[in-house]
């Protein structure tokens, strides 16, 4: 499964913000993911089988708890493929101000022309009553 597949699920994206902060047992995660999501234990257990399956989290056991643990890796393996699409909307997004900034100075409205003195006709209504 491809890392933009794996992280377009929410409950995964929040796994992993989770895991981001440290360690954590599954009884922990289970809890968070249940009460944000509402999803069941066999659920949440399906999202961290799917990111150990995809390299993002490893898991021990340690004491009758199992431990989850995102993978450096992966992340860095993930932050290199999203660089390059950083780099292609620095340059649009650039181009992007540009345009902007171009339509900007073209719509700006002319100097008002100066009244005219010149007499024009009159109509006096107040004078005539």
Do not use: K, N
Not at 91 to 98: F, I
Not at 106 to 121: D, W
């Amino acid at each position: 499964m491809h890392a933009f597949d794996v992280l377009g699920d929410p409950v995964r994206r929040r796994l992993t913000e989770l895991l981001a902060t440290g360690d954590r047992a599954a009884g922990e995660l289970v809890d968070v993911i249940a009460a944000e999501f509402g999803i069941s234990q066999p659920a949440v257990s399906r999202h961290l089988r799917i990111l150990r399956e995809a390299g993002f989290a490893s898991s021990e056991p340690r004491g009758t708890a199992r431990v989850y643990r995102l993978e450096p890796r992966v992340v860095a393996e993930l932050d290199g493929a999203v660089e390059r699409y950083r780099a292609l909307w620095r340059q649009r997004l650039d181009a992007l101000g540009t345009e902007i900034a171009r339509g900007q100075r073209e719509a700006r409205p002319a100097a008002p022309e100066p009244a005219s003195t010149a007499p024009g006709p009159s109509t006096r209504h107040d004078e005539e009553s």
